[in-house]
């Protein structure tokens, strides 16, 4: 009699996970302690891989435009980076109108996610530009320690799911988690003398911001009957999969900036800054 196969384990993709990260990260470190050119390039492509993940799941038969999209987002982004003239920052909601504007499923939705990205993308380089490096740091440190809380309490612990409907694996004590973490980040600056003490607030609610855009994604893979936005990034499914805590995160940053002044980190002061 042939025994009953195991039950997947809780931590099955965590190696993948690794290996994919200790990919990523060196990447992603170098990018953003040079600035400028090479990570406004980075961003660029991350950004067009996103919107074409996105343009994909939402219109699975149509081949051509999810690349047609791509290219769009990637110059739309690049003028609004690199051509400093009057309204080209009005070119980063293209890509969401042609989404829009193109037959498939969930249009209105797969905009707004759309528009996020874009908006994502250009407000990293100018925080990176206008902040320095720390800022970046603190960004991606909130978004990866919320995430990480989250992927461990919520597995070891359990408990009520924080949006089931939507989003089946996460739980409030992995939400709770991630705040938590988001925390401690932004504990870490202060005592460095980098930030004020707002900077602890400012963090939870960031990590919030991120956990609301994995939401969105959710949302939208859900909705178009989709595990992972794509394979791009093993054990991460796609680039929006890893990406889409950051891109709510950065929004965030990007509106709140607006309205109230921030106690962002201050610059790195050799190098980076």
Same mark, same amino acid.
Request: net charge positive; aromatic share 6%; with cysteine.
């Given at each position: 009699?042939? $025994?009953?196969?195991?039950?997947?384990?809780?931590?099955?993709?965590?190696?993948?996970?690794?290996?994919?990260?200790?990919?990523?990260?060196? !990447?992603?470190?170098?990018?953003?302690?040079?600035?400028?050119?090479?990570?406004?390039?980075?961003?660029? @492509?991350?950004?067009?891989?996103?919107?074409?993940?996105?343009?994909?799941?939402?219109?699975?038969?149509?081949?051509?435009?999810? @690349?047609?999209?791509? &290219?769009?987002?990637?110059?739309?982004?690049?003028? $609004?980076?690199?051509?400093?003239?009057? +309204?080209?920052?009005?070119?980063?909601?293209?890509?969401?109108?042609?989404?829009?504007?193109?037959?498939?499923?969930?249009?209105?939705?797969?905009?707004?996610?759309?528009?996020?990205?874009?908006? $994502?993308?250009? %407000?990293?380089?100018?925080?990176?530009? +206008?902040?320095?490096?720390?800022?970046?740091?603190? @960004?991606? @440190?909130? #978004?990866? =320690?919320?995430?990480?809380?989250?992927?461990?309490?919520?597995?070891? !612990?359990? %408990?009520?799911?924080?949006?089931? &409907?939507?989003?089946?694996?996460?739980?409030?004590?992995?939400?709770?988690?991630?705040?938590?973490?988001?925390?401690?980040? +932004?504990?870490?600056? !202060?005592?460095?003398?980098?930030?004020?003490?707002?900077?602890?607030?400012?963090?939870?609610?960031? =990590?919030?911001?991120?956990?609301?855009?994995?939401?969105?994604?959710?949302?939208?893979?859900?909705?178009?009957?989709?595990?992972?936005?794509?394979?791009?990034?093993?054990?991460?499914? +796609?680039?929006?999969?890893?990406?889409? =805590?950051?891109?709510?995160?950065?929004?965030?940053?990007?509106?709140?900036?607006? !309205?109230?002044?921030?106690?962002?980190? #201050?610059?790195? =002061?050799?190098?980076?800054?």
């Amino acid at each position: 009699m042939t $025994a009953p196969a195991a039950p997947p384990g809780r931590f099955d993709d965590l190696r993948t996970r690794v290996i994919s990260a200790a990919v990523m990260v060196p !990447v992603g470190a170098a990018a953003v302690w040079l600035g400028g050119s090479v990570f406004a390039i980075l961003v660029i @492509l991350l950004t067009a891989a996103m919107i074409w993940e996105l343009a994909t799941i939402t219109a699975p038969d149509r081949r051509d435009t999810p @690349l047609v999209l791509a &290219a769009v987002a990637a110059m739309a982004l690049g003028g $609004a980076i690199f051509v400093h003239w009057p +309204g080209t920052t009005g070119l980063l909601a293209l890509p969401a109108v042609l989404l829009f504007l193109t037959p498939r499923a969930n249009r209105g939705a797969g905009a707004l996610l759309a528009l996020g990205i874009m908006l $994502a993308g250009y %407000g990293l380089v100018v925080l990176r530009d +206008g902040q320095g490096a720390a800022t970046i740091l603190w @960004l991606v @440190l909130v #978004v990866v =320690a919320s995430d990480l809380a989250g992927y461990f309490v919520g597995r070891v !612990v359990g %408990g009520r799911k924080f949006w089931p &409907a939507i989003s089946p694996k996460k739980t409030w004590s992995g939400t709770a988690a991630g705040w938590a973490a988001a925390v401690l980040v +932004g504990l870490g600056f !202060v005592l460095a003398g980098m930030a004020g003490p707002g900077l602890l607030v400012l963090s939870a609610g960031i =990590a919030l911001a991120g956990q609301l855009g994995d939401i969105a994604e959710s949302l939208i893979k859900r909705r178009c009957g989709v595990k992972d936005a794509s394979g791009l990034i093993p054990g991460h499914g +796609g680039v929006m999969d890893r990406f889409d =805590a950051l891109t709510g995160a950065v929004v965030a940053v990007i509106l709140l900036g607006l !309205v109230v002044p921030l106690p962002l980190p #201050v610059p790195l =002061a050799a190098g980076g800054g």
